[in-house]
């Protein structure tokens, strides 16, 4: 992974919230093995590889760390992170709604993957990305039309 001295830019991320049928959002709690934000809570997600779009990421990474597809994502933006450990780059974020729970979750990575209420989550140590897109997922038609 690229660092603040080296050269290269730091790839861009893809993220997917996914909200259950309770309006509750998944997160996982990352271990102490990241270099990026260890022990922090976060939503899937990870590094968008060459010649990849962020949508295509997004659902690769929904798959690799949830062991979840969504038919589709809808883009609520990209979100500038300028991160102290890995430099500047921009988070993708997407959201879908999927009828699941925390037995339908797979753990592909990390400590492991729950459903939390998105209101509570800001008093969880957050990763910088998950604190930068919190507001806009918060506000997203996505998210409060099951609460």
């Known amino acids: 992974m690229a660092t603040v001295t080296d050269s290269r830019r ?9 909200v259950d ?9 990352r271990d102490e093995h990241p270099v990026i934000d260890p022990e922090c ?8 590889e060459a010649g990849e779009t962020p949508e295509r990421a997004a659902h690769r990474e929904l ?11 809808t883009p609520l933006g990209a979100f500038r992170v300028d991160h102290p450990v890995v430099g500047p780059h921009d988070c993708h974020l997407f959201v879908t709604r999927l009828d699941v729970t ?12 729950v459903f939390v209420d998105p209101a509570t989550a800001p008093s969880l140590p957050l990763t910088l990305a998950a604190r ?3 507001p806009s997922l918060l506000a997203s038609p996505q998210l409060g039309a099951g609460r």
């Open 21 to 29: 049928g309770r309006g509750l959002v998944l997160m996982q709690e």
């Open 63 to 73: 798959d690799e760390e949830t062991g979840l597809a969504a038919p589709s994502l």
């Open 102 to 113: 925390d037995a339908d979750v797979v753990c592909g990575e990390g400590r492991r993957m």
């Open 41 to 48: 809570w976060g939503l899937p997600g990870g590094a968008i």
């Open 10 to 18: 730091v790839p861009d991320f893809a993220s997917v919230a996914v």
């Open 132 to 134: 930068t897109v919190w």
